[in-house]
T-cell receptor, first 116, second 111 residues
Framework: DTGVSQDPRHKITKRGQNVTFRCDPISEHNRLYWYRQTLGQGPEFLTYFQNEAQLEKSRLLSDRFSAERPKGSFSTLEIQRTEQGDSAMYLC??????????????FGSGTQLSVL | SQKIEQNSEALNIQEGKTATLTCNYTNYSPAYLQWYRQDPGRGPVFLLLIRENEKEKRKERLKVTFDTTLKQSLFHITASQPADSATYLCAPIFGNEKLTFGTGTRLTIIP
């Protein structure tokens, strides 16, 4: 399977706990994106990487959120001290980065987070 | 800031008819605009891209138009089928290069 994979598919946690999600992009893709999507809304941009460099972070991304892509391959998104408002689908996408302005994104199936 | 609006939250179309979905944006025009399809519990899947200087783009039963004067893109599915039922997202690309998605239109094709 050469698609984008995300793990876990579902995560249920209690408020105040920390959670970490993993994304494995398409192997030759050097750009990796994180989006968040709530019911009835389109995906909202959170952050993106060019190889291992984190180039942009949305203002939506509070200090409780951190993302890494240590070797320019897989990425992790950690949420500390989760709140009920963090409940959402967290989507990862990758792209080749060859023509940044118009390239299409390949999305994973997402991690559905429920904070109780 | 830019606002992206998709015409309606939900659209029901009889099988075999043409479904037309609308994407409107405010302020300045994007250089490109993409359309994605999203099925429940899945990530979006890329369908088509149209450039600012293109009026129309086609792919099989899909057609996208881009009118910078009206600040609008239309997405058409001709000869619609129940398998076309999904949420369709428009995603303009503005100068900062990252995709900004609309809220989506949930399309249902009724047999």
């Amino acid at each position: 399977d050469t698609g984008v994979s995300q793990d876990p598919r579902h995560k249920i946690t209690k408020r105040g706990q920390n959670v970490t999600f993993r994304c494995d992009p398409i192997s030759e893709h050097n750009r990796l994106y994180w989006y968040r999507q709530t019911l009835g809304q389109g995906p909202e941009f959170l952050t993106y990487f060019q190889n291992e460099a984190q180039l942009e972070k949305s203002r939506l991304l509070s200090d409780r959120f951190s993302a890494e892509r240590p070797k320019g391959s897989f990425s992790t998104l950690e949420i500390q001290r989760t709140e009920q408002g963090d409940s959402a689908m967290y989507l990862c996408a990758s792209s080749s980065g060859s023509q940044a302005a118009n390239e299409k994104l390949f999305f994973g199936s997402g991690t559905q987070l429920s904070v109780l | 800031s830019q606002k992206i609006e998709q015409n309606s939250e939900a659209l029901n179309i009889q099988e075999g008819k043409t479904a037309t979905l609308t994407c409107n944006y405010t302020n300045y025009s994007p250089a490109y605009l993409q359309w994605y399809r999203q099925d429940p519990g899945r990530g979006p899947v890329f369908l088509l891209l149209i450039r600012e200087n293109e009026k129309e783009k086609r792919k099989e039963r899909l057609k996208v138009t881009f009118d910078t004067t009206l600040k609008q893109s239309l997405f058409h599915i001709t000869a619609s089928q129940p398998a076309d039922s999904a949420t369709y997202l428009c995603a303009p690309i503005f100068g900062n290069e990252k995709l900004t998605f609309g809220t989506g239109t949930r399309l249902t094709i009724i047999p």
